[in-house]
């Protein structure tokens, strides 16, 4: 399923930047080369490392060194990833055994490990100190997020804040900072970096509220994942608690919040319970906002084609998951 | 236990170090903060960030720079304690429940990420490019040598240059790198960086073959952990590559090698075969090897206080452990 249908040209760069990618993770543990190209050939749409590139265009860029840089946050990305499936105990990635389950969380661990440093390195060689600080402020935000996300869960008293801070955190930060050192790096100015970094961060916590909303409704061979699997260990998103906001419902759903061992029956019945109340499509609604504040973003931007090819990134994510 | 008896100035700017760690590794989520502080209460000589500093009095060094590079290298150093005691599955550290052991492997892996980024973070703001590349090549070493250790468990054909390459790259690379950063970023002549860079390889090498040989023979308290629990996980360290070698007691050790489940009769035979064969006398002898390089490399740096304080380092690791 490919994102980009009018700007296929966008494939010639992210073929680039996997190219770049393999290039720069060769090891010498055969090991860690198995589970890195494990990971790079079950696909994934390289959304960060486009979104580099994109903004990126609307500056002066350097393309070998704009290629770097995305790779280098694909890199990150791919690390947060495998120890985040270390986390949450994932056998499933994108339809297919994580690393943790394939090689065990030992090699898991220092895989991601092994990521980290590469890219870290690789931005070294690269990008300027201030974007270099921005970069691991990212990372540390997403760390933190992904304890806040372990430390909470089977938590009753989740919330809409508490959510979305979470979320920004591990999610849209990333695709937030994609932008916004693309465009700095590419020199643009302060004020067109300012648009792209808020582009960023709003589909970052669209995309984030879209993928919250697919381990509800979606298909589970798509999806790459059982459904419900974040309910099952405790993550409560946004679905779950706009149900839980609404009084005829909350008392229906609130004898499986906090509860463990959940089988299939109680499954249905709390994908059932969270669409009947409405919390799909709220949390839907809630998602389009967001990019409808992408689209003011890119209104306020100059219109070149990179402009367009963000925008079709948006129209794809409101109709389908990737 | 302390290391230092003579040059007890050093042990100011060790708590000049540790309250730059405390303060840089300060985190929004309690149980970071907790997991943290267990780590640093937990003691540890702080011997690679105290190498940067005595590296850097043989240049022009800037004080605060060079605490924030020590600090930096030591939370590098933490985060892969952490790490490491997931792969090895580690219950106990320095006499204390290991971060994974107390939290889980969960937190333990964050934890880890945490501390990276937040080195990293520390040594974009201070050092050169240059010895940035440097500091990633080295991590990127330690992960390779974690995992060629992890993935050579119960290797029936370990011999002494797999091994010395392996400890090369897990512990020896530090404190090399402690060194050359602490002597480079003081702006030293390149000789004396060499000569400095040398002295902390050959120190880390016998510090890890004193650290191996300990895990047979050392106090178990003081070690922290229990006797031979390398062999017992597998790893196969230099004194039973020496015992192997004889083939006198090759043929009584052999069939421990390999074996999972060791009882504690077994420990006692396999730790009475090491000692008797001379395992443990030649292991010795080879970490003097390396502590009598170092002192070559000492003997070509200038006479200066920081260089006795380096020389009664090597004076301390061959008496005791620490």
């Known amino acids: 399923m490919r994102v980009w249908k009018k700007h296929v040209d966008i494939y010639e760069d992210i073929d680039k930047i996997d190219a770049f990618i393999r290039n720069s993770l ?23 490392p486009a979104m580099v590139l994109l903004a990126g265009r609307f500056g002066r860029y350097n393309e070998e060194k704009l ?29 297919r055994p994580t690393v943790r389950n394939r090689w065990g969380n030992e090699i898991a661990v220092f895989t991601g490990d092994y990521l980290f440093t590469r890219a870290f390195d690789l931005v070294t060689q690269t990008i300027s100190q201030k974007n270099m600080h921005h970069l691991s402020q ?13 430390e909470s869960r089977y938590d009753k008293n989740m919330y809409i804040g508490k959510y979305l801070k979470r979320i920004s955190r591990k999610t849209a930060i990333l695709f937030s900072l994609s932008c916004q050192v693309g465009a700095s790096e590419a020199r643009c100015r302060q004020e067109v970096i300012r648009h792209l970094r808020k582009f960023g961060h709003d589909f970052g916590m669209a995309f984030q509220i879209t993928d919250d909303l697919l381990d509800f409704s979606g298909n ?17 998103t946004l679905p779950v608690i706009y149900t839980m906001l609404d009084s ?7 004898p499986y919040i906090g509860k463990k061992d959940l089988i299939d029956s109680d499954i249905n019945q709390i994908g059932k319970l969270v669409d009947e109340s409405g919390g799909l499509e709220r949390s839907k609604k ?37």
Chains 1, 2 share one sequence.
Request: charged fraction near 30%; charge should be negative; aromatic fraction near 4%.
């Open 220 to 236: 589970q061979d798509e999806v790459g994942k059982p459904l419900c699997s974040d309910f099952a260990e405790g993550v409560y």
């Open 26 to 48: 060769k090891a010498s543990q055969q090991v860690l080369n198995d589970a890195i190209n494990d990971l790079l050939n079950a696909g994934g749409k390289r959304l960060r």
């Open 248 to 254: 005829s419902y909350s008392s229906k759903l609130e």
């Open 138 to 150: 990212a990372i540390k935000a997403i760390c933190v997020g992904e304890v806040d996300q372990f």
């Open 286 to 322: 809630l998602a389009l906002r967001y990019l409808d504040r992408c689209n003011d973003s890119l209104a306020a931007l100059p219109n070149i084609p990179a402009r367009d090819a963000l925008r079709e990134l948006m129209e794809e994510l409101i109709q389908r998951r990737y």
């Open 67 to 95: 290629i770097s840089l995305a790779a280098a946050i694909e890199i990150m990305h791919m690390a947060t990833l495998i120890h985040d499936d270390i986390i949450d105990q994932s056998e499933l990635r994108r339809g």
